[in-house]
């Protein structure tokens, strides 16, 4: 097994996961700028509560402005950070996403990261059984049952990947389900 960053890290774009996914074996959650949605905060939140979030915005003031206003919502957050020098690129733009790797790994490993073993709870199999994947309503059962589970949704892979990754245990996965069913039937 191989190890990965416990805590999840908290970017602002998709540029920006990229970046990080190269450089550090982690999740990543963007918050597309300052008004980050309902169902945003409420990943992070369920990510901050099950297993930290570092977070990792653009040194200019937008990202500041970010930073500032998730660690209002989350106080114990790990605060990682990279230099202006360091996210500038060729056209003096400033962004996470122009730092070299070994850069953003350093930043993270300063924050505090956790190491841990990645958890192998589901595989591809469970989610054909679950009907999470190849049902014609698999989609829809994934969009709801992330919703209830706080890991928001996903396609079948990064689905299974957020099941283990979030520590979501098969009993949990099982009650939620039989819940959503019971609703139906009524």
């Known amino acids: 097994m191989e190890d990965f960053v416990k805590e999840v890290i908290i970017v602002e774009g998709r540029d920006d996961i990229d970046a990080v996914q190269k450089a550090v074996n982690a999740d990543v959650i963007a918050t ?16 901050y509560k099950t297993r930290g979030i570092i977070i990792l915005t653009d040194p200019d003031h937008a990202g500041n402005r970010i ?16 230099s202006r020098q360091d996210a500038l690129d060729k056209t003096q733009d400033i ?13 993270v490993a300063a924050a505090g990261r956790t190491l841990t073993e ?7 199999n469970d989610m054909v059984y679950y009907g999470l994947a190849g049902g014609a309503d698999s ?15 996903g396609n ?22 039989s819940g959503m069913s019971e609703a139906v039937k009524e």
Do not use: C, W
């Not at 079948?156 to 389900?177: H, M, P, T, V």
């Open 67 to 82: 930073r500032q206003r998730l660690t209002e919502m989350f106080p114990q957050a790990l605060q990682a950070y990279i």
């Open 139 to 153: 989609r829809a059962l994934r969009d709801r049952l992330g919703r209830k589970l706080g890991i928001g949704y």
């Open 118 to 124: 990645r958890r192998a709870e589901f595989d591809e």
């Open 32 to 47: 597309h700028g300052y008004g980050i949605s309902r169902a945003t905060i409420k990943r992070i939140d369920n990510a």
């Open 156 to 177: 079948a892979k990064a689905f299974l990947k957020r099941l283990n990754n979030y520590g979501i245990l098969r009993e949990d996965l099982e009650r939620e389900l």
């Open 95 to 107: 962004g996470v996403e122009n730092a070299k790797p070994e850069v953003i790994e350093r930043a």
